[in-house]
């Protein structure tokens, strides 16, 4: 029964360690993530936010609700949701590199 006791909680710990590794994996990809996003602003290949925001007010007027930058395989591109007049929320999502208009798609 011991035994029993002793497997069942080894494998319980390694469960648990599995979990937490996970996780501070997640909190480093974050980091970096953010380490390469800051990095490209640096270096003026991203343009910046008010720039972006211009861009995707023009291409939809409304209340900016939320954005998010990216990195897909085309490179960096802003994601910014738009809460229009009628309560319509739109997608907009822009290369961050040249500001060119990629789609507009309801969310």
Do not use: C, F, W
Not at 15 to 40: F, I, P, W, Y
């Amino acid at each position: 029964m011991k035994s029993r006791y002793s497997i069942t909680l080894v494998l319980l710990l390694s469960m648990l360690s599995l979990g937490m590794s996970t996780g501070h994996a997640d909190k480093r990809d974050k980091k970096h993530e953010h380490n390469v996003v800051r990095e490209a602003l640096q270096r003026g290949e991203v343009l910046p936010l008010t720039k972006i925001l211009a861009i995707a007010n023009q291409q939809v007027p409304g209340d900016v609700i939320e954005v998010e930058l990216e990195d897909e395989n085309k490179g960096l591109v802003y994601e910014i949701k738009i809460l229009t007049s009628t309560g319509r929320v739109r997608e907009v999502k822009i290369d961050a590199r040249t500001g060119k208009v990629l789609s507009i798609e309801d969310d």
